[in-house]
């Protein structure tokens, strides 16, 4: 039946055009004779487009679930009957793929291993992604639900979709999200996967598994999230210590000889950008040098009330009477703060 309702002309046009984007898509394929024998997502997506023919020509669901259930056999790739498919599909690999009756696919889409376009309904309808034209999903991406993938669009290996995706985007993480990628001078992203229509050959910019060199550097973002902060904090802490200045309050200096990652000797400043932080630094301090046989012998209270007495801390901190009998209370008197 296939063969008398499609003229040769036809016929021959259709696997042309399979085979031209298989060598276009795939640098490892040789001879069309390789690619017409050993290459499963050739054999899978002719066998859909008999099952589909029998399917909506002839209504013989029975006969194209058939056709379906052996070619999933032979290839491990599932296409239901009922699913749409444009042309110049390759689906590169192929095990494990499934696509579901309500699904999409428009010209010159590449999938790899794993892709899943599934449903998120028990419900009667349309409950299937559609896929738009020059599409490409990576290794074990899902695109699931009732929604639209714009022309172009990339969807990363492993991703999982569950919302529209607009043309031209990169999508990648699950769930699956858009990253930004660079454009011309006028802001507008350059067009890729490009083909003119009927040609497969002209696919000059194919990006496998949906991966690009210009797509942001996770990690890189990440650190100049944080050097951005760092800087903010950094002007942050410089109008706290000119306020303090303008005070009249002397600001404690580093320790020069402490090297990176070794801590400043006992009695020795820190910078500091507040009074309570000198308080605390001051506490630590102090702890620092108590004696050691004072520690083995007398409580910690009790050691801090002996020494305390007379003892006064930088800025203005000094420990009152009254805290001394606690051991850790600490009173600053210029700011009033406990």
């Not at 009957?81 to 095990?95: E, V």
Request: proline fraction near 7%.
């Amino acid at each position: 039946f296939f063969f008398v309702s499609v003229s040769m002309t036809d016929l021959l046009r259709r696997v042309c055009d399979d085979v031209a984007c298989v060598f276009a898509r795939d640098p490892a394929a040789r001879t069309t004779l390789e690619v017409l024998t050993t290459y499963p997502g050739v054999h899978a997506v002719a066998a859909h487009r008999l099952a589909h023919w029998l399917w909506v020509r002839w209504s013989l669901h029975f006969v194209a679930s058939v056709v379906a259930h052996l070619a999933r056999w032979l290839t491990g790739i599932e296409i239901h009957p009922a699913a749409t498919i444009g042309q110049r599909f390759f689906i590169d690999h192929g095990m494990g793929v499934v696509i579901g009756e309500t699904a999409v696919v428009g010209d010159d889409c590449t999938l790899y291993h794993g892709v899943t376009l599934g449903g998120t309904s028990w419900a009667k309808g349309k409950r299937h992604p559609t896929l738009g034209s020059r599409v490409v999903v990576g290794a074990g991406a899902a695109i699931l639900g009732p929604i639209h993938v714009g022309d172009g669009a990339r969807i990363g290996s492993n991703a999982v979709v569950v919302k529209a995706v607009p043309p031209e985007a990169t999508v990648v993480g699950v769930p699956g999200r858009n990253i930004e990628r660079s454009g011309d001078k006028n802001g507008k992203p350059p067009p890729r996967n490009a083909a003119p229509a009927g040609t497969a050959r002209s696919l000059t910019c194919f990006e496998p598994y949906g991966a690009t060199q210009d797509a942001p550097d996770p990690v890189a973002k990440a650190i100049t999230c944080m050097l951005d902060n760092i800087r903010r904090m950094d002007e942050r802490i410089e109008i706290l210590t000119r306020a303090l200045e303008a005070q009249g309050q002397p600001l404690p200096k580093p320790h020069e000889g402490a090297r990176a990652g070794e801590e400043a000797p006992i009695g020795t400043s820190v910078p500091s950008a507040s009074p309570i932080m000198d308080v605390l630094h001051c506490r630590t301090e102090f702890v620092r040098s108590l004696p050691p046989d004072l520690h083995a012998t007398e409580s910690q209270g009790q050691a801090l009330s002996a020494l305390a007495n007379g003892v006064s801390l930088a800025n203005g901190v000094s420990l009152a009477p009254a805290a001394r009998s606690q051991g850790w209370g600490v009173t600053a008197q210029n700011s009033g703060e406990r």
